[in-house]
């Protein structure tokens, strides 16, 4: 019997082969699904890495063999697919059909997809329940998703291949530096270390500026009024503190002769008169 799009017939058995013939290579598959249109799970999708489930049975590459029986009571339906080998599409195949034979080889069915372009994979039939018995109806609905779009669209969770890493590409290699540009390249080094090192010795040997003001220095001819003490720490400071200190002790210390001419003076504090001149010569 020859089916148009949408149309149905019954089928007389519960043994069923349906086969799929092109003039190019096709992958076909199928899909048991319950009432609500959705597989009960990945094993429910029968295809060339899964070649059988409950009462379907994969015959590679084009062929299906149907056991209607051993079917479970929860399908509903199950669903041709047929999908192009390779990257081409259904533009480019020639003589499409779908054929559903009995047990002993005698045809039930024929079906010819018409109105394909760009699409991959293709719906062509489907099996169902109807009243206790089962039927055939011919659907002819593409996709340009390949076989993955039909499965995702019944429940079939697919997984995408991770993408291949990248090319490695080697770095290109360097042009070695000719003798005088290597040569050049040292005096640079050269010259920009010996800049770094003086600008270093210049900063070291440079004074330290200091905000504080110069010490206020406590002279007669200087001076407008009282003595301002020392800053500590500065120069006037130790200078001052070594004039005290001889001022307190020179008195005090060894009396001294000193020489004028005709002989040795007594150098000492009044106080301590001394001969005024000295018969050591």
């Not at 149905?8 to 069923?16: F, W």
Request: glycine share 8%.
């Amino acid at each position: 019997m020859e089916l148009t799009k949408g149309a149905n017939t019954a089928l007389p058995g519960a043994a069923v082969v349906i086969t799929a013939t092109a003039s190019a290579a096709l992958d076909i598959a199928a899909l048991l699904v319950t009432a609500t249109g959705k597989v009960r799970s990945d094993a429910d999708f029968v295809f060339f890495n899964q070649p059988s489930a409950p009462g379907v049975t994969l015959q590679p590459p084009s062929t299906l063999r149907l056991d209607l029986g051993a079917v479970p009571a929860q399908i509903e339906k199950v669903v041709i697919t047929a999908t192009v080998d390779g990257t081409g599409t259904f533009a480019s195949v020639q003589g499409l059909a779908a054929t559903v034979t009995d047990a002993g080889g005698a045809p039930v069915a024929h079906f010819v997809p018409t109105g394909l372009a760009s699409e991959t994979a293709l719906v062509l039939v489907e099996v169902y329940r109807r009243q206790g018995a089962w039927k055939v109806r011919a659907v002819g609905q593409g996709y340009a998703t390949g076989l993955a779009g039909i499965a995702t669209d019944f429940g079939i969770s697919v997984e995408e291949s991770p993408a291949p890493p990248p090319a490695y590409h080697p770095p290109a290699r360097q042009r070695r530096a000719s003798r005088q540009q290597r040569l050049m390249g040292n005096h640079r080094r050269r010259t920009v270390s010996h800049q770094v090192q003086r600008r270093t010795h210049l900063r070291q040997a440079r004074p330290r500026t200091s905000s504080r003001p110069p010490p206020r220095r406590n002279s007669p001819r200087t001076r407008s009024g009282p003595s301002q003490p020392p800053v500590a720490g500065s120069t006037s400071t130790r200078a001052a503190f070594r004039c005290r200190k001889a001022k307190a002790s020179r008195w005090s210390r060894r009396a001294r002769r000193r020489w004028y001419g005709s002989g040795w003076v007594w150098a000492g504090p009044p106080d301590r008169a001394g001969p005024s001149t000295s018969t050591r010569r």
